[in-house]
């Protein structure tokens, strides 16, 4: 019999030792912002034994702050071990003693290796946000460093900072301002270009890709994978899915717009979801084998395709999921455009389209029948469900309009913004689905004088443990003399609390020459600590946009 022990220890954590003979869920134990003395709810963790060989079960210590108790892993049928195959679950809990972030370790003990469970908790509850930029695009000559950058960010485990700009890189002879670059930033703020996307165009295009709309995502292995909107060696040059290995080395993994009418899909402005056999999934703007004449938006010209839903398996070959405007009158949804998806464990997908649905009848953006867009589910068999069609309530959208994607919670519900719509100043909104399919305006922007609590959402939202919601808005704010927008303003950072209690975190344009950033259309990511991280595409030094980070001050 195998003894398998328990312990916590507070350490940093590292990744499973030995042979890989368990599989835990979940991989980590985020509790977010505890008050002191008090005891986080907890998180269960089910631990399989994946091996041909019973483990025997010893039991558990307490150490510092993560609270551990054994649940069904104590006991399996009488006895204190674990059967091949079976699984037992244990919670864990935090009860922080000290203000600021707090890290440990869940370690779970074999015979056949160690394996470790990375656990994180705050101490105390932020009460504000000091801002710091990181780094400023167009630093180096001719913007070789990269420019305009309009993604979010991806951190790595240890602290590093991954993500693209639209513009910049290293000179070539195609793209007159650059055509974009993957970066990285680390733990000192030193930037290092990855790749520039320029370094393989000439008059026939680029054929590594050109113009990274989107942000990135990174396996455990350390690999990147994106898009671009343009370039690669399609019939229409119509954008790729790229991988950037460890070294920086990038392989184009699909060329869009490889089949007659780019039935495959065209123009991807969002970025991918990883599966965990290694499977990308993701939208394209344009192109797909929607059936029907696409409509929607006044002035919008979807003559080449209203979008599709893709995945592209580990061997590079792309299926069309889902095929927008198969519908009469595009009812299904039209042009995901920049809002990517979010994945369930049963395989489900879920997003948005700008256009499309059976709304609109009111003023919502652009005008017309169907101008309101959509949330859909796309089921494991490539049944697609509207969830909602917005512009459906009141003349002036107060449901929304103008949606950026989805995030889901641990209980199903979804949670995203517009960025037009929600009554009469039509500044956006944040929004809620649940799983029955009902919707509520959570938030109305511009509900304060000035739009100082924000103005148009143009990117999604980030959910910490506690269930508190946090974006940007690409105007609004407190009045700044700097900000060029000076009627709109340039941006906030904002939190919305589960009470609908909206803060702004952070208003940008409030040094001079707007140095701090200007107009983040990007969303943000959170770190274990509590700091948030995110992109301005306008100001900085140099005026091409930011990196930056919001740290959190404690009580």
Do not use: W
Request: proline share 4%; with cysteine.
């Amino acid at each position: 019999m195998k003894p398998l022990l328990i312990v916590a220890a507070l350490a940093l954590a590292a990744a499973a030792h030995g042979q890989k003979v368990l599989v835990i869920s979940p991989a980590t134990g985020n509790f977010g912002s505890i008050a002191l003395g008090k005891t986080s709810p907890a998180i269960s963790f089910t631990v399989t034994n994946d091996t041909p060989s019973t483990m025997g079960y010893l039991g558990y210590t307490n150490l510092g702050e993560f609270l551990l108790a054994p649940g069904t892993c104590h006991l399996i049928h009488g006895e204190p071990m674990l059967n091949p195959g079976q699984s037992c679950v244990f919670t864990a809990a935090f009860k922080p003693t000290k203000l600021g972030p707090v890290s440990g370790v869940l370690s779970i003990q074999t015979s056949s290796g160690t394996f470790d469970v990375p656990m994180a908790g705050i101490g105390g509850t932020p009460v504000s946000y000091t801002e710091s930029v990181l780094y400023s695009f167009c630093a180096a000559a001719n913007c070789a460093d990269g420019s305009t950058p309009f993604a979010s960010l991806v951190q790595d485990p240890a602290g590093n900072l991954y993500g693209t700009t639209l513009y910049g890189g290293s000179d070539g002879n195609f793209c007159g301002s650059g055509c974009g670059t993957v970066f990285k930033i680390d733990t000192a703020g030193h930037e290092t270009v990855i790749h520039s996307f320029n370094a393989i165009c000439n008059q026939a295009g680029c054929s590594d890709g050109f113009q990274p709309f989107a942000g990135l995502i990174q396996d455990a292995a350390g690999n990147l994978y994106g898009t671009t909107l343009s370039g690669g060696t399609g019939i229409a040059a119509a954008g790729v899915v790229f991988k950037l290995d460890s070294t920086g080395r990038e392989t184009v993994l699909y060329n869009f717009c490889s089949l007659d009418n780019c039935a495959d899909g065209s123009s991807p402005y969002a970025g991918l979801v990883q599966d965990a056999a290694g499977n990308l999934y993701g939208t394209t703007n344009l192109g797909g084998v929607g059936a029907t004449p696409c409509s929607g938006r006044a002035g919008y010209d979807c003559s080449g395709g209203a979008g599709n839903v893709f995945k592209i398996d580990t061997t590079g070959h792309e299926t069309v999921l889902y095929g927008f405007c198969s519908v009469g009158n595009c009812a299904d949804g039209s042009h995901p455009y920049f809002a990517g998806l979010t994945r369930d464990a049963a395989g489900n997908l879920y997003g948005t389209t700008y256009v499309g649905g059976v709304g609109g009848g009111g003023q919502c953006y652009g005008g017309g029948s169907g101008c309101g867009g959509v949330a859909f589910k796309l089921d494991n068999t490539s049944h697609e469900t509207v969830l909602h069609n917005f512009c459906s309530v009141g003349y002036y959208c107060d449901d929304g309009d103008f949606p950026q994607g989805l995030i889901r919670d641990a209980a199903g519900n979804l949670y995203g913004t517009t960025g037009y719509g929600g009554g009469p100043a039509g500044a956006g909104t944040i929004f809620k689905v649940d799983t029955a399919g009902n919707q509520t305006v959570l938030y109305d922007f511009c509900s304060l004088a000035y739009c100082a609590d924000g103005f148009r959402p143009l990117a999604g939202l980030i959910e910490d443990p506690a269930g508190n919601l946090y974006g940007t808005t690409y105007f609004g704010g407190t009045a700044s003399s700097s900000c060029p927008n000076n009627s709109n303003n340039c941006g906030t950072v904002f939190k919305l609390d589960t009470a609908g209690n909206e803060t702004v975190l952070c208003s940008f344009c409030s040094a001079a020459n707007c140095a701090d950033g200007e107009s983040p259309q990007a969303g943000l990511i959170e770190d274990a600590a509590g700091n948030l991280y995110g992109t301005t595409r306008l100001g900085g030094a140099y005026g091409k946009g930011t990196v930056f980070k919001l740290t959190p001050q404690f009580k």
